[in-house]
């Protein structure tokens, strides 16, 4: 058994060609160019409350990140009407049949990435209404690759291989608000009329200036000086989880406050299902289990015959047939027959 201690030097990366820019014998100038907008970044300057960070115990420095989120909130209230602007033009989309996708490089690709694969399961959306795309590809979901963010054309071909239209909604995500793969995508979603969203955590930045609708929730340096996976990177999950919960709330994915379009795909999500249908019209499991297998599991379906009495296969043919809307429906059963009510359901 070796005897050798184990190293502690951090591994050399193998050369990344994905995305890397070509070599043009100017990389030191371009570095300095780079050094001097990163200089000017609040989420690059070093937190003054805790310069010491070495120094700190392992209570202290749970206590201190702890301490130094708490100012991301704030950040986001400042910018509460940039995400209401933001949430109406997707929702104007969405109804136009179009989509939503996400872009960024690293943590803001892969922030954008996981909002969008949690939609269909939470709101049994296609998989193709809300896209994520992270420079580098999906390999860059786990691994970093760092220097496809420095291309702009891949964030333009990304967009490409999607066949973005006018009808859609891009959100470009960088917390620097200054990433060229997403500065270039933003720019190609423009030109062919598609709304563009910048959403970063610097003011004043290139991203928010390019898109028709900035967003910029300036939270501060961070508590590791430039790791934007901090702060920021929460800051972006927040924003993004109200970009895409509001838009499906005001696109009728839900009922009240119920999760009323859930997939149930698995125990739990069926136990689940069965809860809501409970909540919602306040009968016991077996009842809801027993709507919810005639309406073949649909929560929203299964909720409509217990509140009106009609048919399991007219309630959803009255949902698929309009705007899927759990309340508008509900609404215009009492209006069609105001004196009736639901039967007994326990």
Not at 99 to 124: Q, W
Not at 297 to 311: M, N
Request: aromatic share 2%; glycine share 10%; net charge negative.
């Amino acid at each position: 058994m070796s005897t050798q201690p184990e190293s502690t030097s951090p591994p050399v990366p193998e050369p990344v060609a994905v995305g890397a820019r070509p070599s043009t014998g100017s990389g030191a100038g371009e570095r300095d160019t780079i050094r001097a907008e990163l200089a000017t970044l609040s989420t690059e300057q070093v937190n003054e409350r805790h310069p010491d960070l070495d120094a700190l115990s392992t209570r202290e420095l749970v206590a201190a990140m702890n301490e130094d989120i708490r100012s991301v909130p704030d950040a986001i209230a400042a910018v509460e009407p940039e995400i209401a602007e933001a949430v109406e033009a997707i929702v104007e989309r969405l109804r136009r049949g179009g989509r939503l996708v996400y872009l960024g490089a690293g943590t803001a690709g892969r922030m954008g990435i996981l909002d969008a694969s949690e939609a269909p399961p939470t709101f049994g959306t296609d998989p193709g209404l809300i896209v994520g795309l992270i420079a580098g590809g999906p390999g860059a979901i786990q691994q970093a690759v760092e220097n496809a963010e420095d291309r702009d054309d891949l964030g333009r071909a990304d967009l490409e291989s999607l066949s973005i239209t006018a009808d859609d909604a891009v959100v470009g995500v960088s917390a620097s608000g200054r990433t060229p793969y997403v500065l270039g995508a933003l720019q190609y979603a423009r030109s062919i009329g598609a709304i563009t969203i910048g959403l970063s955590c610097n003011a004043g930045s290139p991203l928010a200036r390019d898109a028709d609708i900035g967003i910029e929730a300036v939270v501060g340096p961070e508590l590791l000086t430039g790791s934007t996976r901090l702060k920021a990177g929460t800051a972006q999950k927040l924003v993004l989880n109200m970009l895409s919960t509001i838009t499906m709330v005001r696109l009728g994915k839900t009922y009240r406050n119920l999760m009323v379009d859930l997939l149930t795909t698995n125990e739990k999500l069926r136990a689940r299902a069965e809860r809501t249908v409970m909540l919602a019209t306040d009968v016991d499991a077996a009842t809801a289990a027993k709507t919810l297998a005639s309406v073949d599991g649909w929560v929203k379906a299964a909720i409509l015959v217990l509140v009106t009495g009609i048919a399991a296969d007219e309630a959803v043919a009255r949902l698929r047939g309009g705007d899927g809307s759990l309340s508008a429906a509900i609404a215009a059963h009492a209006v069609e027959d105001p004196t009736g009510a639901a039967p007994d359901v326990h």
